[in-house]
Every structure is written in structure tokens, then in C-alpha cells.
């Protein structure tokens, strides 16, 4: 059964820093990774998408790697912003899982401050 | 613009009246998904469905129903709720082909469902 991690599950970082958000997961037979960012009282906005046979995405100032081999996928946030704040999930699509079934972590729960 | 639409978007209901969560999608996507999320849990997808009139269960369905008569439009209904229902409902929506991998998942504001 496909599980996803995310750690930590919260992070509080003054303006400006570079910082890493983590996301594992325990059956690498995977068609993507997806990272989305969730605001309080809104949906889940799709930030990237990794497909299988990608290394990494970019965005702006995100950056997300994937590697299937380890189970593992980080999104980098460079020069963060109070605006960041927010809590970010990871989903993979698995081939065992289900066609089409995200599987998502419980999120990391960001907070950047002024 | 390109959307997946919920209504309501805020619900407060008793045990056992019957309710419809409704999803729209203005993107021509044949895959369109429920999920819930509850705290420390995460996103559990409740039912799915690849096309008009194909619907399967996901991993909690229990309480559920739903029906794909249109391609744009795919309702939750709750026959009798009950407060173990509470939670943040989320429609997604995709163009995928079976066979064909995987294509970014979209995801509507979220309906927040207490039941007392």
C-alpha cells in the first residue's frame, strides 16, 4: 500500500530564506508526483508536476526534484515570502494504486514571517 | 476560465437529511474524483469516475453515492448523513485516457460539511 510522508509538519522561517520541503513515499512504481499548495478556506492550487520519468520541475522561484529510486521528492522555495504561507501536500499517481487515485501526505504547514 | 466549480461551499445539516454536493467542470476532463480530508488522516479519495455513466469507489465510500450523467458535472450524495461525515470535500477533475499515464489533477475550492 502506497504511503506518503511529508516532514516536517511545520516550519516557521523569517522572510527571505531558501528552504526545503520533503515528501516520501514507500512504493516507487509511480506515473507522477504533484505538489499543490492549500490556503485557508480554499482548494488545493496544483503547483508542479513531476512525471515519472522526469528529475525535476520548475516555477518561478519553486523547484521540485523527484527521485523514484529512493522514494523521495523535495520542493525548494527560494527567497520565501510572507506569501508563501500556506500548506503544501504531495500526491503521487501509482501504478498501484488505483487508475487515477492521487495519494496524498498530510501536508507541511508553512509560515513565513515579515 | 478554466475551473472546477462546488456548491455549497459551507453546509451545516442533521443527521439523516439527505444532501447533494455539487461539481462542475468547464474543461472538457472525462476523470473527475471525490476526496475528503480530515485532520492528521489527509486526502482520502471517496469515489471516481473515468467517463459519463462509469463511477468506482475509492477507499472510503461508505455513505456515499454518486452519478456521472454528464461530463461536466459529478454530485455527492450523502442519502443520511451522519456526524462521522464531517469533514473538507474536495471534486477533482483531469483529461486522462486508460492506458495513457497520468495528467495533472484539478481540484475545486472545498465544501465544508458539518453534521450535528
Known amino acids: 500500500k502506497q504511503e506518503v510522508t511529508q516532514i516536517p509538519a511545520a516550519l516557521s522561517v523569517p522572510e527571505g530564506e531558501n528552504l526545503v520541503l520533503n515528501c516520501s513515499f514507500t512504493?516507487?512504481?509511480?506515473?507522477?508526483l504533484q505538489w499543490f499548495r492549500q490556503d485557508p478556506g480554499k482548494g488545493l492550487t496544483s503547483l508542479l508536476l513531476?512525471?515519472?520519468?522526469?528529475r525535476e520541475q520548475t516555477s518561478g522561484r519553486l523547484n521540485a526534484s523527484l527521485d523514484k529510486s529512493s522514494g523521495r521528492s523535495t520542493l525548494y522555495i527560494a527567497a520565501s515570502q510572507p506569501g508563501d504561507s500556506a500548506t503544501y501536500l504531495c500526491a503521487v499517481g501509482g501504478m498501484n494504486t488505483g487508475f487515477q487515485k492521487l495519494v496524498f501526505g498530510t501536508g507541511t504547514r508553512l509560515l513565513v514571517s515579515p | 476560465e478554466a475551473q472546477v466549480t462546488q456548491n455549497p461551499r459551507y453546509l451545516i445539516t442533521v443527521t439523516g437529511k439527505k444532501l447533494t454536493v455539487t461539481c462542475s467542470q468547464n474543461?472538457?476532463?472525462?476523470?473527475m474524483s471525490w476526496y475528503r480530508q480530515d485532520p492528521g488522516l489527509g486526502l482520502r479519495q471517496i469515489y471516481y469516475s473515468m467517463n459519463v455513466e462509469v463511477t468506482d469507489k475509492g477507499d472510503v465510500p461508505e455513505g456515499y453515492k454518486v452519478s456521472r450523467k454528464e461530463k461536466r458535472n459529478f454530485p455527492l450524495i450523502l442519502e443520511s448523513p451522519s456526524p462521522n461525515q464531517t469533514s473538507l470535500y474536495f471534486c477533482?477533475?483531469?483529461?486522462?485516457?486508460f492506458g495513457q499515464g497520468y495528467n495533472e489533477q484539478f481540484f475545486g475550492p472545498g465544501t465544508r460539511l458539518t453534521v450535528l
Open positions: 474543461m472538457n476532463h472525462e476523470y
Open positions: 512504493d516507487s512504481a509511480i506515473y507522477n
Open positions: 477533482a477533475s483531469s483529461l486522462s485516457v
Open positions: 513531476i512525471q515519472s520519468s522526469q
